[in-house]
Nanobody, 125 residues
Framework: QVQVVESGGGLVQAGGSLRVSCVVS????????MGWFRQGPGKEREFVAA????????YYADSVKGRFTISRDNAKNTVYLQMNSLKPEDTATYYC??????????????????WGQGTQVTVSS
């Protein structure tokens, strides 16, 4: 059984940085394309960033481009989201997802097979 577990959320001031992590267990991590999504208060879940199985391809939502960086360490079964220059509107629960479609960057939530429970990121103004 594949498990996806996020960590690293917290409270940070606007302009600050935070890195969230996601560990995948119970499957072959190299077989998965990975993505990060978020859901803010009163909002729908939205795509944030995605990465292919090698890490050679990445894609970002316009709202985070230039501020967030997605990366992965296949030896550690872990994907990261480095978030810099955080804004109050980045406040959300951040979800990690894995898709059995490794050679792609996927932006639709419906393309992902496994999801974590989320980690809360709060940016104060």
């Amino acid at each position: 059984q594949v498990q996806v577990v996020e960590s690293g959320g917290g409270l940070v001031q606007a302009g600050g940085s935070l890195r969230v992590s996601c560990v995948v267990s119970g499957g072959t991590f190299e077989e998965y394309a990975m993505g990060w999504f978020r859901q803010g208060p009163g909002k729908e879940r939205e795509f944030v960033a995605a990465i292919s199985w090698t890490g050679g391809s990445t894609y970002y939502a316009d709202s985070v481009k230039g501020r967030f960086t997605i990366s992965r360490d296949n030896a550690k079964n872990t994907v990261y989201l480095q978030m810099n220059s955080l804004k109050p509107e980045d406040t959300a629960t951040y979800y990690c997802a894995a898709a059995r479609f490794r050679n792609a960057v996927l932006t639709r939530a419906t393309d992902y097979n496994y999801w974590g429970q989320g980690t809360q990121v709060t940016v104060s103004s």
